[in-house]
């Protein structure tokens, strides 16, 4: 479907009406493109489209020099980010129902990450950054309050991301360090450390990537680097696309999941490594098992006979082989 609609585009393509990209056909173009490099990483561990992959990553075309993302929001009824006009504001639900976990706050301090103010306020009963263990809120001692943890910054008119320069550049890196070079890998990997900074207005880039935690020369081996995009993939998407990193995590396998169980972990943060997930205390799946996949939609399932027959959400999909 995007081969179709790239062959029938070009510069003369009329757009009468266009949110998204202000009629640009030559962003839409670099859209589409980027889909496909997407779609081909998303599979590339369960089937050879290396060709395919590095043909687009050294497209010329391809360079995206701007979020592409809705920034059409303003502060009024109805007119809000729809997270926000869904949990905060006066018409929704009026309230902090998302609290920063455990795994995330971790790994911003354990590297020193400038972001960390971007992304999470400090928990308002404890002036600091606090995360909340997977499935412990019914654990907690009595008396535990949301405002002992952070909250994710959230504002009526940010935009909803579509697909940034840091995600973008993240692939390339990812196809550069198992198909091409170290140095464009290092090169595009810092690319999108650097991207994500700017778009959350955070200074310090260049100083950060320089860090022994963050580092492209410290990771002697391509898992290692692997590693590296996925942990570092992980915070680029926070506050920015959770399902996508939501996915990218499953594809990857970083962050990890820690060895230990979570009331483990609260017994003895010693045994926790930041950068580490932490499978739910209370988990109704039972024992380690997590969410793999989303189900299909009752929509679905009623009205097309096609609908595959619904399957555990804790087995993985077809392309999570790692």
């Known amino acids: 479907e995007l081969d179709t609609a790239l062959a029938k585009v070009n510069s003369n393509s009329i757009i009468s009406s266009d ?7 030559s962003q839409w173009i670099v859209f589409a493109k980027a889909m496909k490099l997407k779609l081909y990483m998303r599979s590339s561990f369960a089937e050879d489209n290396s060709a395919k ?9 391809l360079v995206m020099t701007s979020d592409i993302k809705m920034a059409i929001y303003s502060d009024a009824a ?3 980010n729809p997270w926000y006009e869904c949990n905060w504001s006066g018409s929704g639900l009026g309230t902090y129902n998302n609290i920063a976990t455990y795994p995330i706050i971790s790994y911003l301090k354990s590297t020193n990450d400038p972001r960390m103010s971007a992304l999470y306020k400090k928990a ?3 002036g600091e950054y606090l995360g909340l263990i997977p499935g412990s809120k019914t654990k907690m001692p009595s008396g535990t ?3 002992d943890y952070s909250f994710p910054i959230m504002t009526a008119t940010t935009p909803v991301y579509f697909y940034t320069v840091s995600e973008l550049n993240f692939f ?3 196809a550069e360090a198992r198909w091409g070079t170290n140095a464009a890998a290092k090169a595009d990997y810092e690319a999108a450390i650097d991207a994500n900074f700017n778009l959350h207005g955070t200074s310090g880039a260049s100083a950060f990537v320089a860090t022994d935690a963050i580092s492209w020369d410290k990771a002697t081996n391509l898992e290692q680097k692997l590693k590296l995009i996925g942990l570092q993939k992980w915070v680029a998407l926070c506050m920015v696309n959770h399902f996508e990193g939501w996915t990218e995590i499953r594809r990857l396998h970083y962050p990890a999941f820690s060895a230990s169980a979570a009331s483990d972990i609260y017994s003895d943060e010693s045994l926790y490594t930041p950068g580490d997930l932490i499978v739910p ?10 969410v793999k996949r989303v189900p299909f939609p009752e929509t679905a399932v009623n009205y097309n006979k096609n609908t595959p027959a619904q399957v555990a959400v804790s087995t993985p999909v077809w392309w999570d082989v790692r």
């Open 19 to 25: 949110m998204l990209l202000g009629k640009k056909v």
């Open 53 to 61: 992959i590095m043909t687009l990553v050294n497209d010329p075309e």
């Open 78 to 80: 109805e007119k809000r």
């Open 124 to 126: 308002a009963n404890k």
């Open 145 to 147: 309050k949301t405002n």
């Open 172 to 174: 390339k890196a990812e």
């Open 281 to 290: 205390w209370v988990n109704n799946l039972g024992g380690t098992k997590v």
